[in-house]
T-cell receptor
Framework: AQSVTQLGSHVSVSEGALVLLRCNYS??????LFWYVQYPNQGLQLLLK??????LVKGINGFEAEFKKSETSFHLTKPSAHMSDAAEYFC?????????????FGTGTRLKVLA | GAGVSQSPRYKVAKRGQDVALRCDPI?????LFWYQQALGQGPEFLTY????????KSGLPSDRFFAERPEGSVSTLKIQRTQQEDSAVYLC?????????????FGEGSWLTVV
């Protein structure tokens, strides 16, 4: 069965510092992987996704993530944090090509950006 | 509209009351999902439609929960005899087709509070 683990329910970084949000997955087949962001009182917005092309995926707002099969990881990074990055971030996994369609989400990481 | 639209945005229900939550997906999207997001948690899968067919309802927590999409577009999630543990945000999402690598687009959610 698929699952996603996000290490660290809360992460604080200083403005301008590196952002690193961790995601590890478990899947019986090579998965599709996603990062979503949720601002207060809003729905989820896709940041980026991995669907088997390049292992380093670039997304919106300067975020990127690297798929590492050997580590079963898909960590999200951004070189320099902005105040506007403060939000909740969710990693999600979906099995590919098996006819399944469920997206399994992690429990989320709340990012706080300190001035 | 351009995005997934949900109504009502906020609903306060007395325990035991029935509620109906509406989702208007992106025009032309075949796949429609309902997720439940409790406070401080990630979205949890409830049910999935492909056009009007409900292909998976394994995430519905009890037989008090019922979802339909009779014409393959608008969907309604109905909760009968609401209980306090039903308090959550109910997120609707849609995607172009059932390819699990497709991006799913979320609405802003319906916030249900049961008192």
């Amino acid at each position: 069965a698929q699952s996603v683990t996000q290490l660290g329910s809360h992460v604080s970084v200083s403005e301008g510092a590196l952002v690193l949000l961790r995601c590890n997955y478990s899947s019986s087949v090579p998965p599709y992987l996603f990062w979503y962001v949720q601002y207060p009182n809003q729905g989820l917005q896709l940041l980026l996704k991995y669907t088997s092309a390049a292992t380093l995926v670039k997304g919106i707002n300067g975020f990127e993530a690297e798929f590492k099969k050997s580590e079963t990881s898909f960590h999200l990074t951004k070189p320099s944090a902005h105040m506007s990055d403060a939000a909740e971030y969710f990693c999600a996994v979906s099995d590919r090509g098996s006819g399944t369609y469920k997206y399994i989400f992690g429990t989320g990481t709340r990012l706080k950006v300190l001035a | 509209g351009a995005g997934v639209s949900q109504s009502p945005r906020y609903k306060v229900a007395k325990r035991g009351q029935d509620v109906a939550l509406r989702c208007d997906p992106i025009s032309g999207h075949v796949s429609l999902f309902w997720y439940q997001q409790a406070l401080g948690q990630g979205p949890e899968f409830l049910t999935y439609f492909q056009n009007e067919a409900q292909l998976d309802k394994s995430g519905l927590p009890s037989d008090r929960f019922f979802a339909e999409r009779p014409e393959g577009s608008v969907s309604t999630l109905k909760i009968q005899r609401t209980q306090q543990e039903d308090s959550a945000v109910y997120l609707c999402a849609s995607s172009l087709d059932r390819d699990s690598g497709n991006t799913i687009y979320f609405g802003e959610g319906s916030w249900l509070t049961v008192v």
